[in-house]
Each structure stands twice: as C-alpha cells, then as structure tokens.
C-alpha cells in the first residue's frame, strides 16, 4: 500500500472516531461533563502529587512516548505502531513496579486522610492540644538551637507511616519536651547526628537515617542535614525542620520543597496551620484560609 494512503486512511480513522465521540457527547452532555471533570481532577491531583518526586522525570519519558504512539497512529506508521503496542502490552506490569512508591504513598494519603478524620472525629479536641503542645515545644527548642548554632534535624509525621525511617535510629517513645529536644541535639550527645521522629504525638526515635535527595537544583550551600530533609519530604508527606549548624538557619522541607529564614514564631505559625487547622478542618469539610 502507498504511504500517502497509510496517511490518508490513518487520518479519515481519527475524525471519524472523533465524530464518534462528537455525537455520543451531544446525547447526555451534562453526564459527559461531569464525567470529564472528575477525570481532569483525578489528573490534576496526580500530577501534583508526582511532581518533584523521582518519579516525575519518568512520567514525563512515558508521556513523550505515548505522544509519538499517538502520531505513528494518526500517521498510519505500521511498524511503529507494532512496536509501540507490543511495548505497552506488558508496560502496564512494569509502571505498576516502577511506581509502587508512589501508588502505595498516595492510596495511603487517601485511606488516612478520608477513613481516620471520620473515625477519631469525636477525639479531635483532645489531638489539637496535643499537637498544640507539640508546636510550642519543637518552636521553643529550635528558636534556642537556632540561637546556638546547634544542628538539628525534626521529622514530624503525619498521614504516612514512617517505620521503616524510625527503625534506623534509637527508639524513644518519649514525651514531647523542648529540653528533650534540646539535650537530643547537643554536639556531645550520641545522638546528635541524626534524626528525630515525632509520631502519634510523642518522639519515637532519635539518630535516625534520612534518605538523601538526588536533585541538582538546590542552593550550592545546602548541606547533608538539608538534602536529607528534602529526601525525607520526597518519600512521605511529613515536615521536617533543620536547624544550620554552621549559620543556624531555620528551614522547613515538605511537599518536595525547602524554604528557610523562618524564626521561631514563624515556624510556629506554619507549623499550626500545617499541622491543626488543615489537618482538622480538612476532617470536618472546611475550607482553610
């Protein structure tokens, strides 16, 4: 067959299903919207949620690979297609394994997020003075760490498990304090060097292990406590706060981002807002401001 039919018939196979898609459109459309906009939120909520995670340079290779599958099919590439088609027959397999980080953090984000908000509903008040508690404590110990150019470095978990980070280091399973903080991160303790995890309101390990990020593009000043701390904000959705122990900075990583220059009352404030209000309101079907 000539390619200049290839193309021709490839091109005729395309606006024909799309005037498929036309009419079926125009038959129920307030159904076929609704249907559209839940799938443009389920899209926009995994985009966000894989952006600046490892993951996310891949997804954008799968992405161009299927944008030329898409034009070898409107072309009529024969072989292309085969190719591609073979290729994705048993992808499906393979981005199962290659995301299985990312799929188990997010159902575990929509599992704890839904599911837990409705079942300790009733205790709510007695977790936001907890948490309350907490923020003064971790405020008050990093405002005077800060002060002494004391490294610190204070993972504060939330909808993700962090078992496998808590098993690295030292188990605790101490009550919050700000002098337990402080006495943690001394240079001469033994534990100074490491991680603490604050989970389920109290300090489960100390000394831990963070995972160190692989990205480029932070500042040339960043240190090891710092790549680590953004490490730790790649693969869980919890906050950690560093303290510089060359300049004693303050700077929170989450959400794949790290933003420093924060004081003690402002962390304070972030920390509320991050950890109280949306955490709460998100439960209760609030908006927060």
């Known amino acids: 067959m000539h390619p200049d039919s290839l193309t021709q018939t490839g091109s005729t196979d ?5 005037g498929e898609a036309l009419r079926v459109f ?3 459309p307030i159904i076929h919207l609704l249907d559209i906009l839940i799938l443009a939120c389920v899209l926009f909520v995994a985009v966000r949620f894989i952006r600046g995670r490892k993951a996310g340079v891949l997804l954008i290779g799968i992405s161009v690979l299927l944008l030329i599958m898409g034009i070898a099919h409107l072309c009529g590439f024969s072989a292309t297609k085969m190719v591609f088609a073979q290729f994705f027959s048993v992808g499906i397999v393979a981005l199962v394994i290659i995301f299985h980080p990312e799929i188990r953090e997010a159902l575990e984000r929509v599992g704890n997020g839904s599911i837990s908000g409705i079942m300790s ?3 709510q008040r007695k977790k936001q003075e907890q948490y309350t508690k907490i923020i003064e404590d971790v405020s008050v110990a990093v405002g005077e760490l800060s002060s002494t150019k004391t490294g610190a470095l204070i993972v504060i978990a939330r909808t993700i498990n962090l078992d496998e980070v808590t098993n690295t280091g030292v188990k605790l399973n101490s009550e919050v304090s700000s002098f337990l903080i402080r006495n943690l991160f001394f240079n001469k303790a033994p534990l100074h060097d490491g991680a603490i995890i604050i989970d389920d309101g109290r300090i489960a390990a100390a000394g831990c292990l963070l995972p160190l990020t692989r990205r480029t593009d932070l500042d040339s000043d960043v ?8 490490g730790m904000s790649e693969v869980s959705d919890a906050i950690i706060v560093v303290v510089s122990e060359e300049t004693g900075t303050i700077s929170v990583a989450h959400d794949c981002t790290l933003t420093r220059g924060y004081t003690s009352d402002s962390l304070r404030k972030f ?5 109280i209000k949306r955490r709460y309101s998100d439960a209760k079907g609030d908006k927060t401001e």
């Not at 395309?14 to 799309?18: D, E, M, P, Q």
Request: aromatic letters at 16%.
């Open 14 to 18: 395309f606006f024909f299903k799309l």
């Open 26 to 28: 125009l038959d129920n």
């Open 121 to 123: 509903f009733g205790d």
């Open 223 to 230: 240190g090891t406590r710092h790549r680590a701390a953004v």
């Open 271 to 275: 920390l509320t807002k991050s950890l």
